[in-house]
């Protein structure tokens, strides 16, 4: 395991325990990475049977590139919350390719297969970090 991932578990680890033994909000600020892009914050919460959760939808559904609707809004939040940028058009909730890139960078930095669709692990490593 890579020094970044464990550290990267460890955070997450930590973050989860905090949240649910509070029970407070968990929040995040993640500008975009270009210079040019507007500071744009998520803030998401922790519930108990989801993980985090931004305000758009619970359920982790099945989505990739073509989709639309509150899931991939859930989606573009969830990966604002992660510190991914997610293009110019924001929380949107259309999974185009800015999104399709933001789900290929976000599965890249935890090891995971890097299709661009949201599918169980990356909900897990979204909603978790784990």
Not at 31 to 43: D, F, G, K, M, T
Not at 51 to 75: A, P
Request: net charge positive.
């Amino acid at each position: 395991m890579t020094h970044h991932r464990k550290a990267a578990t460890v955070l997450a680890a930590g973050i989860l325990a905090a949240t649910a033994a509070t029970g407070a909000a968990a929040t995040a600020s993640a500008a975009e990475p270009s210079p040019a892009a507007p500071s744009v914050s998520a803030s998401c919460s922790w519930r108990t049977n989801v993980g985090f959760y931004c305000g758009y939808d619970t359920r982790n559904v099945y989505s990739d590139y073509g989709d639309s609707g509150r899931q991939v809004k859930e989606i573009q939040a969830l990966l604002r919350f992660r510190g991914i940028g997610i293009g110019p058009d924001g929380i949107d909730g259309k999974f185009g390719k800015d999104t399709r890139s933001a789900v290929q960078k976000f599965q890249r930095s935890w090891h995971l297969n890097d299709d661009g669709i949201v599918g169980p692990n990356t909900w897990s490593y979204l909603r978790t970090g784990v």
